[in-house]
């Protein structure tokens, strides 16, 4: 939820950002028409519980003959208040909702448009050229035995998948070499769980636009996970953190659940978009002016992860209107995907500023002790998709893919070769 002081201060700030991400800034309206009646509503409640508190005191001075007045007024002054805080109630519910339906602020600098209003930021090697008629990573996976997809799909359905020996292998070693890299850089390495709340999923922000992506299990009412951003999120909820020794680094190791609602004959080939996948994801809680400076070290450490796979990628800061409903700002790697002859995303790490731990109430105490809100960050470190870059980009004239040199003592192997 964005912040009511700073809607009160700047509206227009906000409704600029809805506009900037292709939203309604009527809603802005919305919510400061909201956030008045709650608090007049509050006003108004506490006024007559004041008033309520003041008769009170009067009744027990009140002479016999004056106390059946007083005690008649009290009884409609009591109907008053119950009135008032029913109202009260039903104003904060208001507002609550108004709160909820606004996405974060987006960030100054960040691009206003859609999905291909993107700032290209910087570009890291150059696309792969061969010599050879390239392969793509579902026929690579097959004939090197890495991947089943039709077993998959007879087990579990269309976009399920098998990685099968060495295929298992390089994302067990993938996922591996970025936990090890993560906890190198101060992150504590967590397996969280993969089901969750509604209120943990709800308030990082993932049941609104993209609701309709989510596996929901109604006899539990628990959510699975589209990413261990989420219970990470939840982890710290309703607690007081100390960051005066920097921000909370966590590194959450989970397999990772979605639907892919609404992406129907996109990616179907291959592990692209699919239905179940594992990822390596980084969490971070810190004071909010460090957040910006917390966002460019997670880009620097995805980046690290992307040079020690060999492969060619770019960065790109991306539009608004393509943000999630939580992030403010958010940077993309993208890798070359040399059978499409373009670059595919393989990482992001958004700043969500504020907006998650307010909606889960986590704070921290500023130099003067007082709680204030903290603000979140997360980015991807390694994931299945990866395995699509890494497989195409270092394919050889013989069929056989080498092995990147970070990944070798994973593996076992310098050169995966064609089945026989």
């Known amino acids: 939820m964005i912040d009511l002081r700073f809607l009160r201060d700047d509206p227009d700030a906000v409704r600029a950002s809805q506009r ?5 800034p009527a809603l802005v309206d919305s919510l400061l028409e909201a956030d008045a009646a709650r608090r007049a509503a509050v006003a108004t409640a506490d006024n007559l519980r004041a008033e309520q508190k003041a008769l009170g005191k009067k009744v027990g001075k009140a002479s016999r003959e004056e106390r059946p007045a007083l005690l008649t007024l009290g009884q409609e002054l009591a109907a008053k208040v119950k009135e008032a805080e029913a109202a009260e109630n039903a104003a904060d519910a208001a507002l609550e909702t108004a709160q909820r339906a606004l996405s974060n602020v987006v960030q100054e600098g960040a691009p206003a448009g859609g999905e291909d209003d993107y700032v290209l930021l910087e570009t890291v090697g150059t696309p792969t050229e061969f010599d050879f008629e390239v392969k793509d990573h579902l026929e690579l996976g097959e004939s090197l035995g890495l991947v089943d997809m039709e077993r998959g799909a007879k087990v579990s359905g269309s976009r399920f998948y ?3 020996g060495y295929g298992a292998l390089l994302q067990l070693g ?3 070499l970025a936990a090890q890299r993560a906890t190198a850089n101060g992150f504590t390495m967590m397996i969280p769980p993969v089901l969750v709340r509604p209120e943990v999923m709800a308030g990082t922000g993932f049941l609104g636009q993209h609701s309709a992506e989510i596996y929901h299990l109604p006899d539990d009412d628990l959510y699975l996970v589209g990413t261990s951003e989420v219970p990470l999120a939840g982890y710290h909820s309703g607690e007081i953190l100390d960051l005066s020794a920097g921000p909370k680094r966590y590194a959450g190791w989970s397999s990772c659940f979605r639907r892919e609602a609404g992406s129907y004959g996109k990616d179907t080939r291959g592990i692209i978009r699919v239905h179940q996948f594992d990822k390596v994801e980084m969490f971070v809680y810190c004071r909010p ?3 910006d400076a917390e966002h460019r070290r997670l880009l620097s450490w995805e980046k690290e992860m992307l040079a020690a796979l060999e492969v060619p990628y770019r960065v790109i800061d991306v ?3 393509d943000l999630g409903s939580s992030a403010a700002r958010k940077f993309d790697c993208e890798a070359w995907v ?5 670059y595919r995303e393989l990482t992001s790490t958004s700043n969500c500023t504020t ?4 909606r889960l109430s986590v704070r921290y105490r500023d130099d003067n002790g007082k709680p204030q809100i903290a603000a979140t960050l997360n980015g991807t470190l390694a994931t299945t998709r990866w395995l699509v870059a890494l497989w195409e980009n270092h394919q050889q004239a013989d069929g056989s ?5 970070a990944l070798v003592p994973f593996v076992g192997r310098e050169v995966l070769e064609p089945l026989r």
């Open 174 to 176: 993938l996922l591996q």
């Open 20 to 24: 900037a991400r292709g939203e309604d």
């Open 401 to 405: 893919v080498r092995v990147p040199a």
């Open 289 to 291: 002016e460090d957040a």
């Open 338 to 342: 040399p059978s499409q002859g373009t």
């Open 319 to 321: 539009a608004a209107g």
């Open 355 to 358: 907006f998650q731990a307010r």
């Open 162 to 164: 098998f990685l099968t």
